[in-house]
């Protein structure tokens, strides 16, 4: 499935999404958490400790596949694809 949301907001403390199948809101610290850019599994690789939470600053699309998310602490190097946040999504609600 190509998941693409309907509707994005963005606020320091979570990303809303709307999906076609439902609204889902994932937080700025699990989203930093969950973050797979080259520097952060390389660190989860060494077994070291996630990151700390950080504010979400700006979502900059990535073609028309993935947001590149940017967090009050610099980080801004991780892409997001739609497929992968809509995951992240129904596991949200499932919570
Ligand atoms: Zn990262």
Known sequence: MNAVPEAVDL?????R????DGI???SAARLR????????RA???RGE???APADL??????GSYAINLVFSDGHDRGIYP???LHELSAAAVQD
Request: glycine fraction near 12%; charged fraction near 15%.
């Open 11 to 15: 606020t320091p403390g979570a990303l």
């Open 82 to 84: 739609w497929d992968w």
């Open 43 to 45: 660190r989860a690789g």
């Open 57 to 62: 600053v700006d979502a900059v699309p990535v």
């Open 49 to 51: 400790p996630a990151a």
């Open 17 to 20: 999404l709307r999906w076609a």
């Open 33 to 40: 958490a969950a973050c797979r850019c080259g520097g952060c």
């Open 24 to 26: 889902a809101e994932l």
